[in-house]
């Protein structure tokens, strides 16, 4: 049984970006593992009284977590122990206790440990940019390849290590078919893409988008009502979520690209 291992930054990151290979995986009767660096702490607060939930966010964050991770086939699932750095710019950005913040050394540590626990075949994290530029999906970027240098040097690497992107291709895609509102709140600016040029694996998760996005639903403190997101039509939806993209980072292809299966050439 091979182990697919992603490192994540808060809870709900998980289920949109890598849902659907991770319920793939487990179909396929991989084993999947879940590292998450914050419990989110800082994130908005919707369907919720947010005076009350506020001091316990990462509680009910966790909790959120744990009922996705079920949706999603998660046989483990750890937290690195970092707070939610918040955005550049923001107090919380400043907090010592942030995964932002901590020591670059500690954090791969720290993610070393369970990597030499699980020796995963394939490992999942974010590309350089942190997709949208959060300093914790950064931070996450950073602390998985410094916890790989290091087990590299013990006599170990996975098979292969995958980020998961956004072509830029894709991305216009998307811009095109958004309502107005989506397009004023400036999404676009945020989320650049990664040239398609890079783009190297494409996972077809068409039959999965509705457990995607029940999964992402469980982060019931996440979802707002209102939203352009919550709003869109299916099929906009289906075209934003039904592919899921990947940039192989360490290893070698496992067929032609672009690969259809992390698991390519792994078994």
Do not use: C
Request: net charge negative; glycine share 8%; proline share 4%.
């Amino acid at each position: 049984m091979s182990t697919l291992l992603l490192v994540h930054a808060h809870p709900d990151d998980e289920a949109i970006s890598t849902g659907g290979v991770m319920m793939k995986a487990r179909a396929a009767g991989h084993r999947v593992v879940l590292v998450t660096g914050t419990r989110g702490e800082v994130g908005e607060i919707y369907n919720m009284d947010e005076q009350s939930i506020r001091p316990r966010l990462g509680e009910v964050r966790t909790n959120e977590l744990e009922n996705a991770s079920r949706l999603l086939g998660v046989n483990r699932g750890e937290f690195l122990g970092y707070r939610d750095s918040g955005m550049v710019g923001t107090a919380d950005n400043e907090n010592p206790k942030s995964f932002h913040r901590a020591s670059l050394g500690e954090a791969a540590q720290r993610l070393a440990a369970i990597l030499r626990e699980e020796k995963p075949e394939v490992v999942v994290t974010y590309a350089a940019d942190g997709t949208y530029g959060h300093p914790d999906h950064i931070k996450a970027h950073q602390a998985t390849n410094a916890a790989l240098d290091l087990l590299e040097k013990e006599g170990w690497r996975p098979r292969k290590l995958y980020y998961t992107v956004i072509p830029r291709s894709a991305m216009k895609a998307f811009m095109e078919q958004l309502p107005d509102e989506a397009r004023r709140d400036n999404i676009g600016s945020r989320i650049q893409g990664t040239p398609d040029e890079l783009i190297t694996t494409k996972v077809d998760v068409s039959d999965l988008v509705d457990r995607k996005r029940g999964a992402f639903a469980a982060h019931v403190s996440q979802n707002d009502p209102n939203s352009w997101f919550a709003t869109i039509t299916d099929q906009i939806y289906r075209l934003a979520f039904g592919t899921e993209y990947y940039q192989l980072a360490r290893g070698k292809p496992g067929s032609e690209l672009p690969e259809t299966d992390l698991f390519a050439g792994v078994g």
